[in-house]
C-alpha cells in the first residue's frame, strides 16, 4: 500500500447510520482528533495521503472504504446497500478517477466496500445486509480478467461487514474474531491470527508492510500481533466505534 484516500468527520457524524443506536451518539469533535492521528500514522510510514474536504450533509461520508473497491489498478465504484450513503459515491469516483480508470456499480447489485477482505489474488467478500448477490457477481465479472478469484463468504447475523471481524496483514495473514467467519470460509489463506471475542473489534485493522495500526485497548490482540513478526501501532477510535466504524472504513488504499 502506497497511496490513501481519506475523508474527516463533519459534525454531521451525530446523525450516522448506526446500527446499534444504545449507546450515546457519535461526537464529531473527538472524531476528527482521532481521525488526524490516523492520517498522520499513515504518513508516518510513508504512505501518500491525499485528504478530501468534510462532507457536512452526508453524516457517513468518513467512511469511504464503503464507496469503492480499489484493486488490480482498478476502481470498482460500489452502489451501497445503505440508500441513504450513495450521494457519497460522487466525491470519491472524482478523487479516484483522477489516477485510476473506473468501473460503476448498477442496480439492482449493491456492495459496501467494507465487505471486501483483499487477500493475495483473492477477494472475500461478504454476502451481508449491504451486500447482495448481484454486487458479488459484477465484482466477480469485473475482477475475472484480471486474474482475481472473488469467493462469497456468509457474514455472521448481526455484523455489518465482513471486515468488522477480521482484516489481512499481508498476502498470507489473516486477523480473525473467534466465533465468527469459520477458517475454512476463507480456503487458501496460511495464516489466521485470532483475536478473542471479548476483544473482536480489534480484528479490524490496518498493515502498511510489517506495521500494523490497530485500535487501542485490545491487549491481548495487540500482543497477538506483535509476536507474529509486526509492529504495532494502537489508535484510539471509540469516537469511530461509536458510528459503528473501524480502521479500515475510514480510507481506502491501493
Known amino acids: 500500500m502506497e497511496h490513501a484516500l481519506v475523508r474527516p468527520p463533519s459534525n454531521a457524524l451525530r446523525r450516522a447510520v448506526v446500527g446499534n443506536a444504545a449507546g450515546p451518539p457519535p461526537d464529531p469533535v473527538r472524531a476528527r482528533m482521532q481521525h488526524a492521528a490516523y492520517v498522520a500514522a499513515l504518513r508516518d510510514l510513508g504512505v501518500v495521503v491525499k485528504v478530501l474536504p468534510p462532507a457536512e450533509e452526508e453524516p457517513d461520508a468518513c467512511f469511504v472504504e464503503d464507496q469503492a473497491v ?36 448498477e442496480a439492482p447489485a449493491t456492495l459496501d466496500g467494507g465487505d471486501v477482505l483483499p487477500v493475495g489474488r483473492t477477494l472475500f467478500v461478504g454476502r451481508s445486509r449491504r451486500t447482495n448477490a448481484a454486487g458479488i457477481a459484477f ?15 456468509p457474514v455472521p447475523a448481526g455484523t455489518l461487514h465482513l471486515q468488522s471481524v477480521c482484516s489481512a496483514l499481508d498476502d498470507d495473514t489473516v486477523l480473525l474474531a473467534r466465533g465468527t ?3 475454512v ?3 487458501g489463506v496460511a495464516r489466521i491470527l485470532e483475536v478473542p471475542a471479548e476483544e473482536a473489534y480489534a480484528a479490524n485493522a490496518v498493515a502498511v ?29 471509540d469516537a469511530f466505534r461509536a458510528a459503528d466504524g473501524a480502521l479500515t472504513c475510514l480510507s481506502l488504499r491501493w
Open 185 to 187: 470460509a476463507l480456503p
Open 181 to 183: 467467519v469459520p477458517a
Open 70 to 105: 480499489v484493486y488490480a489498478g482498478i476502481a470498482v465504484i460500489t452502489r451501497c446497500g445503505h440508500p441513504a450513503r450513495r450521494p457519497e459515491a460522487g466525491a470519491i469516483a472524482d478523487a479516484l478517477a483522477v489516477v485510476l480508470p473506473l468501473v460503476r456499480m
Open 139 to 153: 465484482l466477480r465479472e469485473v475482477m475475472a480478467p484480471r486474474g482475481i478469484a472473488v469467493r462469497e463468504v
Open 209 to 237: 508492510g510489517e506495521d500494523v495500526l490497530l485500535p487501542a485497548g485490545y491487549p491481548v490482540t495487540a500482543r497477538r500481533v506483535a509476536e507474529a513478526g509486526y509492529r504495532v501501532h494502537p489508535l484510539p477510535m
